[in-house]
């Protein structure tokens, strides 16, 4: 189980900052992306330096595994990552008006799209804007895959992080294939960037910690 932390809005550094009004939209907040550990609401089990630290001695073995199963608890949307559009206020490809982008694009051309957590298919669908999409729920947001050719899950399906939930293609308001992202909290669409970084880090740290311990 995952969840996400809203940590600021920008609001209050900035105004105690300088003391002057600015203006502070949705995209300044700042969020972190936590594991929680299942069958024990509200208990996190960030996996940290000091966690795997205060175990070292004691056990080798249980930390390696720790370090392993953290690098296997994410993982990546496509085998490539290139943004295409970010999230955000951006011209409009269909209407050429400014328009608020509620996802990131990713370039995918018929690739296998996969699962970037553990979670459960909510839903599978099609409609004009999103064409065939999988959204999964992951804690307490969702992420949904759209512009899909193809589906390979259905709704109640239990997804490892891995797993093959589709593959990218143009269906519905697509003016090419690649792979839309779209996390909501709630109802707020939050940047899938978050997520992106959040992989990256838990990956890079699991690999570092684990080159240290086979030295
Ligand atoms: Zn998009």
């Given at each position: 189980m995952f969840r996400i932390l809203?940590?600021?809005?920008g609001l209050g550094c900035c105004m105690a900052a300088s003391a002057q009004f600015h203006t502070v939209t949705p995209h300044t907040a700042r969020y972190r992306i936590e594991r929680v550990e299942q069958g024990?609401?509200?208990?996190?089990?960030?996996?940290?330096e000091k966690a795997a630290t205060e175990e070292t001695s004691t056990d080798t073995t249980s930390i390696r595994k720790q370090w392993i199963d953290s690098y296997l608890s994410v993982s990546y949307p496509l085998k490539e990552i290139h943004v295409t559009s970010p999230f955000g206020v951006r011209t409009d490809p269909f209407t050429k008006k400014r328009k608020r982008h509620n996802g990131l694009d990713l370039r995918a051309d018929r690739c296998e799209t996969y699962?970037?957590?553990?979670?459960?298919?909510?839903k599978t669908g099609q409609d004009r804007v999103s064409g065939k999409y999988v959204t999964v729920r992951h804690g307490d947001f969702s992420v949904s895959y759209c512009h899909?050719?193809?589906?390979?899950v259905k709704k109640g399906d239990c997804v490892r992080p891995g797993d093959v939930v589709g593959i990218s293609g143009s269906t519905g308001r697509s003016t090419g294939p690649h792979l839309h992202l779209t996390v909501r909290l709630g109802r707020r669409h939050i940047n899938p960037v978050v997520l992106l970084q959040f992989i990256d880090k838990t990956r890079r740290q699991a690999l570092e910690k684990l080159s240290h311990a086979t030295k």
């Open positions: 809203l940590i600021s809005t024990t609401a509200g208990k996190t089990t960030e996996v940290t699962a970037m957590m553990h979670g459960i298919v909510v899909l050719s193809e589906w390979r």
